[in-house]
T-cell receptor, first 116, second 117 residues
Framework: EAEVAQSPRYKITEKSQAVAFWCDPI?????LYWYRQILGQGPELLVQ????????DSQLPKDRFSAERLKGVDSTLKIQPAELGDSAMYLC??????????????FGAGSRLTVL | AQKITQTQPGMFVQEKEAVTLDCTYD???????LFWYKQPSSGEMIFLIY??????QNATEGRYSLNFQKARKSANLVISASQLGDSAMYFC??????????????FGGGTRVLVKP
């Protein structure tokens, strides 16, 4: 069964350091999402891509976060500098954009970030 | 206003019994989809069930069924014959299909379910 790949699974860093997360969506899925999930809460959308274009980054803290999907396939989410409040699970998801059905979002296993 | 509201932060259920998880939503769109995801302690989000706003019948997937009441804007998840492996966080989510919404998925705050043997 096709999966969304994410790495690293776990990252511990000190505040003010840079950190990067990588996501490889399911082949053929044009839409890619990055969500942030703080412990005990529901995921919140950070950025949404359609192919290589950003569709929605209204909730992305652009002073420290950046995201790219240069060739419309895999994607990188970067935080620089990391702050204590960035400790969270970062979830990547992808979705097939065609047809008129459910087009369910498939999530990766997530990257859990701890900022010390 | 919250788009997705899950009012039960946590629930206990006895093994083999059924449990209902509440979800209400807020949208002015006519075309939208409602989803339920399960998140075990490992962290991955697992898709359970989907209901389209134009679907006339309630969705069912194995032991999962969705009680969709469009006029009340509710989409409750029913898990029948609970198993120990059902212990997890459960999230209700909505995707609005309007251009402004951009097909993003908005999640509720989740309900933690603990199945007792």
């Amino acid at each position: 069964e096709a999966e969304v790949a994410q790495s690293p699974r776990y990252k511990i860093t000190e505040k003010s350091q840079a950190v990067a997360f990588w996501c490889d969506p399911i082949s053929g899925h044009a839409t890619l999402y990055w969500y942030r999930q703080i412990l005990g809460q529901g995921p919140e959308l950070l950025v949404q891509f359609q192919d290589e274009s950003v569709v929605d980054d209204s909730q992305l803290p652009k002073d420290r976060f950046s995201a790219e999907r240069l060739k419309g396939v895999d994607s990188t989410l970067k935080i620089q500098p990391a702050e204590l409040g960035d400790s969270a699970m970062y979830l990547c998801a992808s979705r097939y954009s065609g047809g008129s059905g459910a087009n369910v979002l498939t999530f990766g296993a997530g990257s859990r970030l701890t900022v010390l | 206003a919250q788009k997705i509201t899950q009012t039960q932060p946590g629930m206990f259920v006895q093994e083999k019994e059924a449990v209902t998880l509440d979800c209400t939503y807020d949208t002015s769109d006519q075309s939208y989809g409602l989803f339920w995801y399960k998140q075990p302690s490992s962290g991955e989000m697992i898709f359970l069930i989907y209901q389209g706003s134009y679907d006339e019948q309630n969705a069912t997937e194995g032991r999962y069924s969705l009680n969709f009441q469009k006029a009340r804007k509710s989409a409750n998840l029913v898990i029948s014959a609970s198993q120990l492996g059902d212990s997890a966080m459960y999230f209700c989510a909505m995707r609005e299909r309007g251009e402004a919404a951009g097909n993003k998925l908005t999640f509720g705050g989740g309900t933690r379910v603990l199945v007792k043997p």
